[in-house]
């Protein structure tokens, strides 16, 4: 329950924020055009007492308009499936359903995840925004304000290709001072994706 918890506090801060600019406004139409994703991931985890740094991987699908699988391959699996209104979460042998619909917490969670993909980024007074350039990327950080998330997460850095507005990192900076890095790799957009690939 705790990586579920980690899991959806990293998508409720990622796109709670929303920033008056034509970047941004080029950014959400590239998102609205998108009507599938499959894509590689690579997380780094920097802990400050572990002098090693942990890295996991696995695969991303999204299809439009109510798909996604979020799933961690190595070293462990864990996988979340939203397929409409139905929450499954996969950990190792374990299997746990939830109904969006008739779980306010859930229905809550799986609407801010499609958001993220579908572009609708909406203002949060919880969050302050900032826009950067760094390299090839335009660099959003947004800090948390809204003192009950802050105790989880001080800030998100979201990293989007200077060509064609796609994200393709993701850093957390969190509370404890720990961080961890997300980089998406062999993304393939609006291909056709099998529907095995949104069920348990």
Not at 90 to 96: A, Q, R
Request: glycine content about 4%; overall charge negative; some cysteine.
């Amino acid at each position: 329950m705790r990586k579920f918890l980690f899991f959806c506090l990293m998508l409720i801060s990622l796109f709670a924020w929303s920033q008056n600019s034509d970047i941004l406004q080029q950014i959400k139409s590239q998102a609205q055009k998108i009507n599938s994703i499959e894509a590689g991931f690579v997380q780094t985890k920097n802990i400050s007492f572990i002098d090693e740094q942990l890295i996991s991987g696995g695969k991303f699908w999204f299809s439009r308009p109510d798909k996604m699988r979020w799933e961690y391959q190595t070293p462990f699996f864990y996988s979340i499936i939203i397929n409409g209104d139905n929450i499954t979460v996969i950990d190792d042998k374990k299997e746990s359903r939830f109904d969006a619909a008739s779980n306010a917490m859930f229905g809550q969670i799986k609407q801010v995840i499609m958001n993220m993909v579908n572009g609708k980024m909406f203002d949060d007074p919880d969050y302050h925004a900032t826009l950067k350039e760094e390299n090839n990327y335009f660099v959003v950080n947004f800090e948390t304000v809204n003192r009950a998330m802050k105790a989880y997460i001080l800030s998100i850095d979201l990293y989007f290709t200077k060509s064609g507005y796609l994200m393709e990192k993701i850093k957390m900076n969190e509370a404890s001072g720990d961080d961890t890095v997300i980089e998406f790799n062999n993304q393939n957009i609006n291909q056709p994706l099998p529907g095995h690939v949104f069920e348990p």
